[in-house]
């Protein structure tokens, strides 16, 4: 286990309850988690384990009712939502199985969103824009909506989103589930690429195999941690 | 994030609904074009009213017989305790400072006979300087003469209507008439004045006040008209006049009404009407208003995922606010200018078929529109702008 002290991620004792009517759903229990900057961390578990709860934990989307989280040595658990907000835009990158384009908006302007919710000059905007389409092989798709774009190309536009503002960490959950098998082999080499420049990378998977390319496995089972293990680095194949 | 790009996002919104949000605006366009269409109406009215009232001068004062407490001019033509005005109380007036004029004023309905033709109609019982006060021009012949002599010898000068119906075309001038029981010779023609409120100004006689009070055998004026000065002040002059009637009677028992006094209560009242009839309007703006609310309800229902996105992306509760606030009211903005347009044009059309008919659009009456509907998009966008900023963002990313 790492230091703490360089640690990307600390989670100690984190507890999540949500109710639904008179019923408490113990969604995450007691989690103790350890990330270093840079992993490559696959969550897995069955459906109802927490593992989306964790990773919006771990986004700053969601607030435990215990424990404490710090993020690049800073307490972010009793943050205000400003400065939560703040963090999300800077050191978080959120992609989701569902993609979440705003269908009205070109390709070009959904991965310029992030720039533009944090204020930056439209000059400076085009420049980055233009270049995370290049990176991405998304330039002929600049003007083209959500509804005009294939599903990988969609994931590829939100993963280009999600990165512009160079995010410490990279939250994907289970990106690749509305994806055919070729198309997700894709998205997750881009999602590894972008790990292997040094992004931490958490992704939520249902897919074994997929699951089995990252460095270090956590499985979940009802809202605790049952296993983590970090193999030895894999060949990608 | 900066203003342009919110702008822009929330303009993007609403052009992604083409239908749905111009029939929105339609709404609001409906409810501020007859705001407009009303009001310029009632500004209409108001400005023609004014304009009548002051085709006389503004620089007129007049004093009527009788001491009102409660305020307000004293009925004339019933009798009062109080002391008469006389032709002497009109003769002094006219040495005050700055006062230019004065015309003692007895009025009635009498027949007239000249020319073997009869006709009823106004006689005004004046003298010299009424033609002044009210700004009315001989066409032909000569005014009511100067001085106490001249002032009471049985002339009459006709309205140019009455002189039409009795003479036609023959020459009035020296004929002989017959008001009441009296004998009048014409001296001069009146110049046509038109009307004023419906009322025909050319269809009168004017004889000296002595004969008039003979006529309708009557003691003391009816009113006294003073006309001073171009610019000087009107109390200053009302106040003299107060005082040298007041010297005069040894006490007051008359009133002074300026007609600056007169025309800016006329104003209010009219202003008041103005309001009243926008209000109406305003009526089909809340109409609109509450389209927006529901138009907005339903697109942050519909964007429950976007919100969610734009919470995850960094975006702050302030922003998401902002952006629906900026929606509805952008929505309404363009709702104010269609309906502004709208409005503007049909009172301009009202204009090109009826001439007559007086609409008026200030330009405060354009901006307020634009400023209300803006206000009305703000106030409309309040409740749907609050409940998406203050979404969950893991219930909104996971919403359908
Ligand atoms: N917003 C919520 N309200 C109520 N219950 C929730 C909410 N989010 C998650 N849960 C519950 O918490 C548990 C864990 O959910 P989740 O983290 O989504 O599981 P997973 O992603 O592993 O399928 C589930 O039982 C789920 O029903
Ligand atoms: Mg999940």
Known sequence: ?????????????????????????????????????????????????????LLNLIGLLDRADAGTYQLEG?????????????????????????????????????????????????????????????????????????NELSGGQRQRVAIARATILR??????????????????????????????????????????????????????????????????????? | MLLTDSTRFAVQAIISHRMRSFLTLL????????????????EGVHRFVLEEFSQFGTNVIGISPGKVKTGGQAPTGIPTTARLLTMEDAESLKQLPHVTGSTPTVWGNSEVEGNGRLRRTMIYGVDADFAQVFSSKVQIGSYLPRGKAGGSRAFVVLGSKLCNELFGTANPLGARVRIGGLHFRVIGVMEPKGQFLGVDLDDTAFIPAER?????????????????????????????????????????????????????????????????????????????????????????????????????????????LGLFLGESVILAALGGILGLLLGIGIAQLLRLIVPTFPVHTP?????????????????AGVLPARNASHLDPIEALRAE
């Open chain 2, 212 to 320: 008039a009070l003979e006529l309708y055998n009557r003691e003391g004026l009816m009113e006294i008209h003073v006309i001073y000065a171009e610019g000087a002040s009107s109390a200053t002059v009302a106040a003299a006049i107060k005082n040298q009637l007041k010297l005069r009677h040894g006490k007051e028992d008359f009133t002074v009404v300026t007609q600056e006094d007169m025309l800016k209560t006329l104003s209010n009242i009219l202003n008041i009407l103005t309001m009243a009839v926008g209000a109406l309007g305003g009526i089909s703006l809340l109409v609109g208003a509450v389209g927006i609310v529901t138009i907005m309800t339903i697109s942050v229902t519909e964007r429950t995922n976007e919100i969610g996105l734009l919470v995850a992306l960094g975006a702050r509760r302030r922003t998401i």
């Open chain 2, 27 to 42: 709404g609001i366009a409906v409810g501020i074009a007859a705001v407009i269409l009303l009001t310029s109406i009632g």
């Open chain 1, 167 to 237: 995010p410490a960490v990279l939250l994907a959950d289970e990106p690749t589930g509305n994806l055919d098998r070729v198309t997700g082999e894709e998205v997750v080499r881009l999602l590894e690429a972008l790990n292997t420049q040094g992004m931490t990378l958490i992704v939520v998977t249902h897919d074994q195999a997929l699951g089995a390319r990252a460095r270090r496995q956590i499985r979940m089972d009802d809202g605790s941690i049952v296993s983590d293990v970090t193999s030895k680095p894999s060949q990608p194949t």
């Open chain 1, 74 to 146: 800073r307490d972010v658990t009793t943050l205000d939502p400003d400065e939560q907000a703040k963090v999300r835009s800077e050191r978080i990158g959120f992609i989701f199985q569902s993609f979440h384009l705003v269908p009205r908006l070109t390709a070009a302007a959904n991965i310029e969103l992030p720039l533009t919710l944090s204020g930056m000059p439209a000059a400076e905007r085009a420049k980055r824009v233009s270049q995370a389409l290049k990176e991405y092989g998304l330039t002929d798709r600049a003007q083209h909506r959500s």
């Open chain 1, 1 to 53: 286990m790492p230091e703490a002290a360089e640690s990307l991620i600390v989670l100690n004792g984190i507890d999540r309850t949500f109710t639904l009517g008179d019923s408490k759903v113990h969604a995450l229990r007691n989690v103790n988690l350890n990330i270093a900057p840079g992993e490559y961390i696959a969550v897995m578990g069955p459906s109802g384990s927490g593992k989306s709860t």
């Open chain 2, 363 to 379: 330009w405060s009456f354009a901006i307020g529109a634009l400023a209300m509907s803006a206000m009305i998009g703000l106030l």
